[in-house]
């Protein structure tokens, strides 16, 4: 017998979650993969970039939703993506992260009785005013499958309750960052296109509607990478939305490396060769550990206590770096291999 999973992805990291296991379900037996893109990202850069560098299947089901406020994003893509559950009668949803299409994909499923593996379960930030923390809490709450990447997402399932189905399987973003590693050095030359050499410079991001949506916060993450660029380049790969919003604002970027938003090869020879990372995103802080390079979170907390605590992460206004310790977490890469036999077994 043969089972069914229906993958909902949208947004960028889920696209790279989503090749790693897709590459597992792919090389398991008995399973099989339909995928569901809702359209969350749609540019080029921030969608089918990954679909090509990952190898990932064409998706069977293209919504196109995006913009709006997060409701009626997040309803347009529940009222969509039922219909597609109704006439392809999976055995599983899987959804990724913390996005309005994880929401929407688990609401959908739970409303149908299909069960939910959520990959990345258990994170929190206890912030309530993230959007992504409203994502996160409640598809874990519609989950009977919980795909853990470290022992603290599982405590956290735990203090909640949630402690059937809860497992420990590493960091899908490890897996990913394996493969491109090797892949990035055959295949991407940003270093000839921005004219970098190894070891000189930083590499910044900054999307989260925290810092982005509010022009002080952006004013002074902005002027934060801009002191550090004072002795060193800063890369700065641009999310569209912080474009838009600096651009609205008034906030000149003057002093810093901007480019568009990179392919996942060109990112991980970026930051492979950085000597410093400076981020909001959820995926950098671990990938500059894969790296091994410090990162400055430039939140006020972290989903990822680990990386705080073993010394390659700090708060920008935070205290400074403690002593550095490897971090025995994030799996051995085969997390995605691990994922595909849970699937397999758990029904
Ligand atoms: N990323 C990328 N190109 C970029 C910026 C980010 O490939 O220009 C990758 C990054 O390496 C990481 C993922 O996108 O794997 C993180 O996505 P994002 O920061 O959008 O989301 P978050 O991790 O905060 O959920």
């Not at 929190?124 to 795909?147: A, C, F, K, W």
């Not at 030359?189 to 970098?196: A, K, P, T």
Request: glycine fraction near 8%; charged fraction near 20%.
């Amino acid at each position: 017998m043969t089972l069914k999973i229906l993958t909902v992805v949208g947004a960028r990291p889920q696209f790279i979650k989503a090749a790693a296991v897709s590459r597992a379900i792919r090389e398991t037996a008995g399973l099989e993969e339909v995928m569901v893109h809702t359209g969350q990202h749609f540019d080029a850069d921030m969608s089918d970039v990954f679909f090509t560098e990952l190898d990932i299947p064409a998706p069977a089901h293209r919504l196109d939703i995006h913009g709006g406020g997060h409701g009626e994003m997040t309803g347009r893509m529940l009222a969509a993506i039922e219909p597609i559950l109704i006439s392809e009668k999976p055995d599983w949803v899987v959804v990724y992260g913390d996005t309005n299409s994880t929401l929407a994909g688990a609401l959908a499923a739970a409303k149908l009785h299909i069960p939910i593996a959520h990959v990345e379960a258990g994170l929190r930030s206890y912030n309530r005013r993230m959007p992504e923390e409203i994502n996160r809490v409640l598809t874990d709450h519609l989950s009977v499958l919980h795909l853990c990447p470290t022992q603290a997402a599982v405590e956290n399932l735990s203090k909640e309750g949630v402690r059937d189905g809860v497992h420990h399987i590493g960091d899908v973003m490890y897996d990913a960052t394996l493969f491109a590693i090797s892949r990035a050095e055959a295949e991407s030359n940003i270093f000839s296109q921005l004219g970098l050499t190894p070891k000189s410079y930083s590499v910044a991001t900054v999307h989260r509607a925290e810092n982005t949506d509010d022009p002080g916060r952006l004013k002074a993450a902005i002027s934060f990478l801009q002191k550090e660029a004072e002795s060193h380049p800063v890369i700065l790969p641009l999310h569209p939305r912080t474009r838009q919003n600096a651009e609205r604002m008034g906030i000149a970027l003057t002093g810093l490396k901007v480019v568009g938003p990179v392919g996942y090869l060109d990112m991980a020879k970026l930051l492979n060769g950085a000597v410093a990372v400076f981020t909001d995103s959820g995926g950098l802080q671990k990938e500059a550990y894969f790296h091994r390079v410090p990162c400055t979170t430039l939140r006020d907390e972290t989903e990822w206590g680990e990386t705080i605590t073993h010394g390659w992460n700090r708060l920008w206004q935070g205290p400074d770096f403690t002593a550095r310790k490897e971090i025995n977490e994030y799996g051995d890469g085969r997390a995605a291999f691990l994922i595909a036999d849970l699937l397999k077994k758990s029904l």
